[in-house]
């Protein structure tokens, strides 16, 4: 940490003076950079990106030191209070992107901030950097030879040369790509990073979770070699995550990978931004202002004039907005390749031959899918199971008259965690051994949602001398041996199997399909393709639905480049995003109503509401064209910015494009 100057001598910077600081307070009132003179002790560390101490309001409060200049506004301007590392932790691109996202999302620019420099840990910052010149320890080719862009797994998929070309050649190709059943995707985005970072460029490339960024932290190493990257997640712990921060900020990497902590990462010169599986709710961000990580990445690709690729087996109609507008192009496989590649997607009814086979019955599966799993274990493959409900039956009813059964305290819905549990409430937790129904008296229970616990046990009696695994939330398996097993996993907890499933079972889809959720059908295909694609080539798949609906459609075909389209034309019709923009303002019904007089919406914006939301508080939505969104955000903006200066006692969360709202 920098000495603290001495007040009583204080004289100004002899160039530049004037230091234009975002404090890091959380009113949106103060949204926006604040002159303070730096001292000529500090004339020479005191630069853009570092992080400061300023008095502010009475108070001594975090910065980050965003610009210098010759002269201010401001007649009379206090010193920076001192400087707390002349390390220059934020680049002027990722200040630019910062207040992009910042207006993009109605916040401000000190929560993104927040977000895109994790916190210092000094320690991380003080260890000596490696020699420039060292070269690091790696079998692979030295960067000036270019990978080949031939002979890839690239080459697959049409355009897919073709975009490792225009990598090569230091263009700007933006792709949405739709992987293969059974594609090795970290290998194909580490083919895409290597050819980039040949080029000399940065490379960033953000994935759901922990499991992929572990397969894909593995292909990077195998395909650019030792210490040629690092990655940046929440999950690495301070001085971890610092340290990695820090080499892609002093240039020392090229590439960075990490889950949407990564979104920011300041890669030097980066000519490739990267998302996996952009449907999956994990990019979204649980804090203000509530970003999701693709958005963040296009805002990124289109100010910093890089290469941009969204991929995943399934496909978003955010990305299908992204071709239908042109800004991107299709990299996908031909139907003469993806029939060699997929397995066989069979659907199934629930219940039609359960009683010609005792052994289906008593293990919940529809007679073709027992004798697809049965085929697979006997040819001494693995069998997935996916379950979209955790636990034993977290949803019980009356045996008598089939209403669900709910805590008398809370109302909340009760639940088995065992063959010989009592039941409880999930909500609250209270037991309920003394049930009884309040609408025909009945204390018998059954089962109305069957989890993966149970699901693992009826399997295990079904076949009793096969091993059942279980992948969940208490614990998610990452890999399985290529041997016979039944592996029954919730749905994004399915683990790799060596080789390929030899069987997948898709149970309980109306739990996906039924959701009250806009999304329903696209997150249901997605989960389905995940694990789908999980299967051997020449596997079996049995989804339980009606091989008439459309989502289900869609995977018996692997398009979901037709089921995207269709989606996001329906979407069209109704004016819900991505065709148009929505904003959400969710808190007390009076704070609601106070920002609501405060706001000055363009004449295209309707407001539609209230309707309730939880904890007894009321939401109201706001609908605009895309074109006018811009100006949504800008007045929800200057609104809440409004009310905290009026220092309103009840705040009131606002959402733009979120994607739980519907």
């Known amino acids: ?177 739709s992987a293969l059943p059974g594609e090795d995707w970290p290998a194909r985005i580490a083919e895409a990073a290597a050819v980039t970072a040949a080029a000399g460029k940065g490379v960033v490339a953000v994935v759901p979770d922990a499991r992929d960024l572990d397969r894909l932290d593995a ?28 080499s892609a900020s002093r240039g020392q990497v090229k ?93 199934t009814g629930d219940d039609p031959q359960l ?44 045996a008598t008259c089939r209403a669900p059964a709910r805590c008398t305290a809370c109302s909340g819905p009760l639940a088995l965690r065992s063959s010989h549990a009592v039941p409880a409430c999930r909500w609250c937790g209270r037991v309920a051994g003394d049930h009884v129904c309040p609408h025909c008296g009945g204390r018998g229970l059954r089962a109305s949602v069957t989890g993966a616990r149970r699901t693992a046990e009826e399997l295990g009696r079904a076949f009793p001398d096969i091993p059942v695994r279980t992948s969940g939330r208490d614990e998610v398996l990452t890999e399985v041996p290529a041997t016979a097993a039944v592996v029954v996993a919730t749905p994004g907890a399915e683990p790799v199997a060596e080789g390929g499933y030899g069987a997948v079972v898709l149970l309980d889809t109306w739990a996906l399909l039924t959701r009250a959720d806009l999304r329903a059908g696209e997150e249901a295909l997605r989960r389905w393709m995940t694990a789908a694609a999980l299967a051997k080539s020449g596997g079996r798949v049995v989804v339980v639905a009606d091989g008439s609906v459309p989502v289900v459609q869609a995977l018996l075909r692997w398009d979901p480049g037709w089921y995207a389209e269709r989606e996001l034309s329906e979407r069209r019709e109704l ?52 074109a006018k969104a811009a100006e949504v955000a800008a007045a929800l903006h200057a609104a809440t910015g409004v009310r905290s200066a009026r220092k309103a006692p009840d705040p009131v969360r606002v959402q733009v494009d979120a994607t739980d709202l519907f």
């Open 219 to 246: 292909a990077l190493t195998k395909v650019l070699g030792k210490d040629r990257h690092v990655t940046l997640a929440a999950g690495l712990g301070p001085a971890k995550r610092y340290r990695a921060f820090l």
């Open 575 to 626: 004016r819900f995003p991505p065709a148009a923009r929505m904003a959400s303002l969710t808190g007390a019904a009076t704070a609601v109503a106070d920002l609501l007089d405060a706001v000055h919406l363009p004449p295209d914006a309707e407001l539609l509401g209230p309707v309730p939301a939880d904890q007894g508080q009321e939401r109201y939505l706001v609908r605009a064209p895309r």
């Open 355 to 398: 009683a010609r086979d005792p052994g289906a019955a008593t293990a919940r599966l529809p007679s073709l899918a027992w004798e697809a799993a049965r085929a697979a274990l006997k040819a001494d493959a693995p069998v997935l199971v996916q379950v979209p409900r955790r636990g034993y039956l977290p949803s019980v009813s009356c």
């Open 1 to 177: 940490m920098a000495n603290r100057s001495n007040r009583a001598e204080r004289v100004p910077a002899p160039e530049l003076p004037v230091a234009r600081v975002c404090v890091d307070v959380p009113l949106p009132h103060l949204d926006r950079l604040f002159d303070y003179l730096v001292p000529a002790d500090l004339h020479e560390t005191a630069q853009p990106g570092t992080r400061v101490k300023v008095r502010f309001a009475g108070q001594l409060v975090d910065g980050w030191l965003i610009e210098r200049a010759a002269e201010s506004a401001v007649p009379k301007l206090a010193y920076l209070d001192r400087l707390v590392s002349p390390e220059r932790v934020l680049t002027s691109e990722i200040a630019g992107l910062a207040r992009a996202v910042a207006d993009r999302y109605a916040g401000s620019l000190a929560d993104v901030l927040r977000l895109a420099v994790p916190p210092r840990h000094a320690r991380a910052e003080q260890s000596p950097p490696p020699e420039a010149d060292a070269p690091p320890e790696t079998d692979a080719p030295p960067e000036t030879d270019a990978p080949p862009v031939t002979g890839t797994g690239w080459s697959e998929y049409q355009a897919g040369e073709g975009f490792l070309r225009a990598l090569r050649d230091g263009k700007r190709p933006r792709a949405v790509w």
């Open 255 to 347: 590439v960075v990978a990490g889950t949407r902590a990564a979104t920011f990462a300041p890669v030097h010169d980066v000519g490739l931004l990267v998302i996996w599986d952009d449907g999956d709710d994990l990019h979204a961000e649980p804090r203000a202002p509530y970003p999701h990580a693709r958005e963040v990445l296009l805002t990124r690709a289109q100010r910093a004039g890089a290469a941009a690729l969204v991929g995943g087996f399934s496909r978003t109609a955010e990305a299908q907005l992204l071709l239908e507008t042109g800004w991107a192009r299709e990299v996908a496989a031909d139907r003469a390749t993806l029939r060699r590649r997929m397995p066989t997607i069979t659907p």
